[in-house]
């Protein structure tokens, strides 16, 4: 029986593993692979780290300096999550763990454009021609010639938030734009031009990615698709935990979802989508855990 079973192994789950680690609690850490922090080529609005640090290395510290704190890890999907009288249970296929709590750090997956290959979408990532979070990068695009994919409100709100970096964007319907009026004015307003789709052809082209529009190829130094997301909150909500419409988990202010026991932090709980926000809900979830689990054992044998 594990204190606690971390389903996880982003920044939210490697900080509450660090964490819980140093407050001499059992740790394991469920990890498939999938971290969105594995995709950014180099932050630069994570404090501590003049001139950037990319996603896998701040990743890599983390692991060690959970490795080093006695954190056990087990690379494999996790494919149920039950709440039981007096523990948890966790399988990943036929394997089974216990834990007395649990917390649930998965993330989000984006929704990447249509049709574009998947080598194409690495290399245009790597080189900050495809970029999926204007809050960590706008920066990096001022005064540069930007599209966004999407339409809506959503897509109407991330356009928005890019023309406080640059006067060139473009909102590129993913196939027929839907904006209603308020939306129109509102671009109209700011000067975002729009294209119709169906959007496809991606090429890179020199240091530009071209994009075919109905109105032929465009090219633009970074795109956006504002196309969504799917919260990884499948297993916490089949465990009876509660969920927004979006998918979020719902928590309170430790942490804690509905079930007794069972936590969430980082992607999976606010739409932020921070590396800073995913630590500070773990440091606050895996304190609130400690807490929880020295009422029962308050002095160290
Ligand atoms: C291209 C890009 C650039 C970004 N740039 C920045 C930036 O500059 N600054 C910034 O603050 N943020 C940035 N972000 C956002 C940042 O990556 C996320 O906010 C952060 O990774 C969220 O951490 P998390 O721990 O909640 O989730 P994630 O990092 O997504 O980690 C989720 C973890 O859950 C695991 N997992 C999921 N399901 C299961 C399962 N069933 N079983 C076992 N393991 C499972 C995954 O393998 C992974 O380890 C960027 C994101 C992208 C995509």
Known sequence: MDDCIIIGAGPAGLT????LARYH???RLFDCGSS???LIPRTHNHAGYPGGITGPDLLARMREQAASFGVVSEMCRVTALEPGEDAFRVACDDREWRARTVLLATGVVNHRPKGMAETLHDEALAHGMLRYCPICDGYEVTDKRVGVIGTGDHGMREALFLRSY???????APERHELDAECEAALDKAGVARVEGPCGDYAIAGHRLSVTTAQGPMTFDSVYPALGSTIRSDLAIAAGADAKDGGCLIVDDHMQTSVPGLFAAGDVVLGL???SNAMGQAGVASTTIRNHLNEQTPLRR
């Open 16 to 19: 509450a593993a660090i964490y």
């Open 25 to 27: 609690l059992s740790v």
């Open 36 to 38: 969105r922090a594995a």
């Open 166 to 172: 640059t006067a060139d964007v473009t909102l590129i």
């Open 273 to 275: 989508d921070q590396i």
